[in-house]
Nanobody
């Protein structure tokens, strides 16, 4: 089992920035991928960004150039730095972990961007 704890969500004005963190604990593997998804009201959960333990990243087109996904392997923690936030970025952001032990999700953290 892998347990994920997210932090850093909140309310911000359009154009502002936020940084999310997600710490993994439990049966984590050295080789894994972690990332972020989001779900807005009435919409399906969508990929935001992922990063492998080797540092390879992938981003949704809608966040490229504004969001940066990074990780500290020693701390089993991933970060999502978000700048130039838009009202359409408002959603619950979920951290995920994919490794040999399975696919796990965090509890989610709310990000609200006011116009």
């Amino acid at each position: 089992q892998v347990h994920l704890v997210e932090s850093g969500g909140g309310l911000v004005q359009a154009g502002g920035s936020l940084k999310l963190s997600c710490a993994a604990s439990g049966s984590t593997a050295r080789v894994n991928a972690m990332g972020w998804y989001r779900q807005a009201p009435g919409k399906e959960r969508e990929l935001v960004a992922t990063i492998t333990s080797g540092g390879s990243t992938n981003y949704a087109d809608s966040v490229k150039g504004r969001f940066t996904n990074s990780r500290d392997n020693a701390k089993n923690t991933v970060y999502l730095q978000m700048i130039s936030l838009k009202p359409e970025d408002t959603a619950v952001y979920y951290c995920d972990y994919l490794g040999l032990s399975g696919h796990y999700w965090g509890q989610g953290t709310q990000v609200t961007v006011s116009s």
